[in-house]
């Protein structure tokens, strides 16, 4: 009968320390290593651990409420990928971004209140940039965005979000993919907006100027839908405009800026 009691004694203590074993154990996935393409990221969230592959457990307890990195220097490298381990950041600017094509990786990052990328000196992407990402941002309160971008809608989702800037104002221009046929007679290109704001930007006034800031031969329809150039220059190769509307309202501060280029093909009629 002893023997029999202590047997189950020890089962039960085994049973005990088994399942605080478990409990406490971190999961494979976690324990998984993490390979962060971009040096300069890979140094600003795994410099402390040297020569090894901090694990995505390692990157989800580190303590730190904000960081500002480079990233995407390298074309080769440029890439975001190790920031969606990084659950506890507040805030985040991300300098000289250029080459950087997806940010997707920011979108695990749902603890972000202010998120900013700054693309000093003269390098600007040519493509337009998606803002999908930001969507699971939901504390998100201020975001800075120095690239071209159409559609801003995906802003809309971010319900704490009160200072928004999208552009650069000394960016290079970003080709349409579409060219616009133009005749040799009239010499005016109609054309429908291409940009989507977000109500960030309800109140505030969209105008549209040449390269040279200049607007005479520019009009912007009531609704804003429809864009009208004239006296077009004959033979041009292109037009580029600039697009800007702001809105600082109480409780809002919304900044856009952009330049854009038209391939224009040139008809007789």
């Given at each position: 009968?002893?023997?029999k009691?202590?047997?189950?004694?020890?089962?039960?203590?085994v049973?005990?320390?088994?399942s605080?074993?478990?409990?406490?154990?971190?999961?494979?996935?976690?324990?998984?290593?993490?390979?962060i393409?971009?040096?300069?990221?890979?140094?600003?969230?795994?410099?402390?651990?040297?020569?090894?592959?901090?694990?995505?457990?390692?990157?989800?307890?580190?303590?730190?409420?904000?960081?500002?990195t480079?990233?995407?220097?390298?074309?080769?490298?440029?890439?975001?990928?190790?920031?969606q381990?990084?659950?506890n950041?507040?805030?985040?600017?991300?300098?000289?971004?250029?080459?950087?094509?997806?940010?997707?990786?920011?979108?695990?990052?749902?603890?972000?209140?202010?998120?900013?990328?700054?693309l000093?000196?003269?390098e600007?992407?040519k493509?337009?940039?998606?803002?999908d990402?930001?969507?699971?941002?939901?504390?998100?309160?201020?975001?800075?965005?120095?690239?071209?971008?159409?559609?801003?809608?995906?802003?809309?989702?971010?319900?704490?979000l009160?200072?928004?800037?999208?552009g650069?104002?000394y960016?290079?221009?970003?080709?349409s993919?579409?060219?616009?046929?133009?005749?040799?007679?009239?010499r005016?290109?109609?054309?429908?907006?291409?940009?989507?704001f977000?109500?960030?930007?309800?109140g505030?006034?969209?105008?549209?100027?040449?390269?040279?800031?200049?607007?005479?031969n520019?009009?912007?329809?009531?609704d804003?839908?429809?864009?009208?150039?004239?006296?077009i220059?004959?033979g041009?190769?292109?037009?580029?405009l600039?697009?800007?509307?702001?809105?600082y309202?109480?409780?809002?501060?919304?900044?856009?800026?952009?330049?854009?280029?038209?391939?224009?093909?040139?008809?007789?009629?």
């Open positions: 009968m002893k023997v009691k202590m047997f189950l004694r020890t089962l039960v203590c049973g005990m320390l088994g605080l074993f478990i409990g406490g154990t971190v999961s494979a996935e976690e324990n998984e290593s993490v390979y393409p971009d040096f300069n990221v890979r140094d600003a969230l795994a410099g402390s651990f040297l020569n090894q592959l901090p694990t995505q457990s390692d990157l989800a307890d580190l303590e730190m409420d904000s960081l500002y480079i990233a995407g220097q390298d074309p080769l490298n440029a890439n975001l990928s190790g920031f381990h990084v659950a950041l507040k805030e985040l600017v991300v300098m000289y971004g250029t080459s950087i094509m997806d940010y997707r990786p920011i979108s695990a990052m749902t603890n972000l209140e202010s998120l900013h990328f700054n000093p000196g003269s600007f992407p493509h337009f940039a998606d803002l990402f930001v969507t699971n941002l939901k504390k998100l309160k201020s975001f800075s965005f120095e690239k071209n971008v159409l559609d801003l809608t995906p802003l809309d989702e971010l319900p704490e009160t200072e928004v800037s999208i650069y104002a960016a290079a221009p970003t080709t993919t579409v060219k616009h046929l133009i005749s040799n007679t009239t005016e290109l109609v054309f429908a907006n291409p940009v989507t977000s109500s960030h930007f309800d505030g006034e969209l105008i549209v100027t040449d390269r040279d800031r200049y607007t005479e520019i009009e912007v329809s009531q804003e839908k429809v864009i009208k150039v004239s006296e220059p004959a041009s190769e292109s037009i580029v600039m697009f800007k509307n702001s809105n309202s109480e409780g809002c501060y919304a900044d856009y800026i952009m330049e854009y280029e038209i391939p224009l093909v040139w008809y007789d009629m």
